[in-house]
């Protein structure tokens, strides 16, 4: 019965319904290709994929590596400052020498040789306070140039990346003469995924190092502070 009314139908309309489940399935097809798993979508941008992959696991390190650092070096207590102007208004150097070697800190390292040089004209007890801070500061900004260099480089590799597929893509229509929307569109959004990488990479360099130069700033600005208090007292031990 059903293939006779399928007989009786019109052929216009036979045509009609056999195209849409014809293109019903091509999207079923479709669908089933784009379910792939998000490393698979990533590598779809090109051989520059790779090294902006090596570069966000050499940043992910370099971030994690300094805030170890940091966080280990600029580590404040706030009683040993006043622990060290008590021990140095009783004239008690040595007990502010142990204080200081007491704690692994910057600060307690600048206070230190700042404590050491007492005795001699303040200008060079400062200057010795202030290079030891220089140093300090240095620790804290080993590995920080090369965050500034992946947010410059990382972006500019994933247009590289862009603009190579692109070319490759109208090189290919050329020589074909193959016009195909879906093959441009195609490989489009495919190079595109290099540029989108490139800048991903970007931003968390780029946020990582001004963050941390930030928090070197702020230790910075404690440091001189901390030293000008140090420098008072050596001058008034007395506290006047």
Do not use: W
């Amino acid at each position: 019965m059903q293939f006779l009314t399928l007989l009786l139908q019109d052929p216009q309309t036979v045509q009609d319904t056999t195209a849409a489940a014809q293109n019903a399935a091509g999207a079923a097809t479709v669908a089933v290709t784009e379910n792939v798993s998000y490393l698979d979508f990533v590598l779809k941008g090109g051989a520059m994929i790779y090294p902006l992959i090596l570069l966000l696991f050499f940043c992910i390190y370099v971030i994690i590596e300094r805030a170890m650092t940091i966080k280990k070096l600029g580590k404040q207590d706030p009683n040993l400052l006043n622990e060290v102007k008590t021990q140095l208004r009783a004239g008690r150097i040595d007990n502010a020498l142990m204080l200081c070697s007491r704690d692994g800190n910057s600060t307690a390292a600048i206070l230190k040789s700042g404590i050491q040089t007492i005795g001699r004209p303040i200008s060079e007890i400062e200057s010795a306070m202030e290079k030891t801070a220089n140093i300090e500061i240095a620790k804290m900004e080993k590995g920080l140039g090369y965050l500034g260099l992946i947010s410059g480089v990382a972006p500019i590799l994933g247009f590289i990346g862009t603009i190579a597929g692109v070319i490759k893509i109208f090189h290919s229509i050329s020589t074909t003469g193959n016009l195909n929307i879906q093959t441009i569109s195609g490989g489009l959004y495919e190079k595109m995924i290099s540029s989108g990488a490139g800048l991903v990479v970007g931003v968390i360099a780029y946020s990582g190092y001004h963050l941390y130069n930030m928090v070197i700033d702020g230790f910075t600005v404690k440091a001189e502070a901390q030293t000008l208090e140090i420098i008072n007292v050596i001058q008034s031990p007395d506290g006047n």
